[in-house]
Each structure stands twice: as C-alpha cells, then as structure tokens.
C-alpha cells in the first residue's frame, strides 16, 4: 500500500523559510516521478516542482517559485523534500506531495494533478506579513 505524508508546514512570516517532507512508503522514488502541489483558499491545484531521478531535464519548476524553492529527493530514506526561501504572501496554500507510476509528464503536463495518482493529506503553509 502506497503512502505519502507530508510534514513541515507552518507559519512564517514572508522572507522567511520552510521545509517540506514527505515520507513514502510502499513506493520506489527511482524511475517513479515526484511532485509537490499546492492548493490556496478557492483557487485550482497546482503544480509546484517535480523531480524524476533518471533524467537530466529534471527538476522541474512553476515559474511562480524558480529560484526559491528547491525540490529534492533521498531515495535510501524514502522521502521528497520541499525547500522553500524568500517565502512570500501568495504561496500560502495547502501541500501536497504525490506520485506517479513511471516518468513525469512532458512539457507542462506535469503540472496536471491527474497525472499523479498517489497523494499525500497536504501540510498547511501559512506566510503573513
């Protein structure tokens, strides 16, 4: 049974940095993509950043958090990780790790939550000013 749980959300004022976690079971980070997402308050599922072990061209990002946020990956603990800098009022939202069977989505499809089937109960980020 495939698990995914997030930690490390919280308050932060902006400026400020967090760190995400997302411990998984049951499933092989290697040659399986990996994406974080986030959901505000009446607003759609997005796409954060993606990481895929076995390619180059990864990983990816929105552009909304290119040079700020920073995904990663420890297969040997299992876990997905979301660093998040220069936090600002507008990436507050919910988180969620998730996961797909086999390699991410070409172009900008990986950013499309159906893609992903495996998901986490999401981690709260708040960011005030």
């Known amino acids: 049974q495939v698990q995914l749980v997030e930690s490390g959300g919280g308050s932060v004022q902006a400026g400020g940095s967090l760190k995400l976690s997302c411990a998984v079971s049951?499933?092989?980070?290697?040659?399986?993509?990996m994406g974080w997402f986030r959901q505000a308050p009446g607003k759609e599922r997005e796409g954060v950043a993606v990481?895929?072990?076995?390619?180059?061209?990864?990983?990816k990002y929105a552009d909304s958090v290119k040079g700020r946020f920073t995904i990663s990956q420890n297969s040997v603990k299992r876990t997905v990780y979301l660093q998040m800098n220069s936090l600002m009022l507008e990436d507050t939202a919910t988180y969620y790790c998730?996961?797909?069977?086999?390699?991410?989505?070409?172009?900008?499809?990986?950013?499309?939550?159906?893609?992903?089937?495996?998901w986490g109960q999401g981690t709260q980020v708040t960011v005030s000013s």
């Open positions: 998730a996961a797909k069977v086999g390699p991410c989505a070409g172009g900008g499809d990986w950013r499309a939550p159906t893609s992903y089937k495996y």
């Open positions: 049951g499933y092989t980070l290697s040659r399986n993509c």
């Open positions: 990481i895929y072990s076995d390619t180059i061209y990864y990983p």
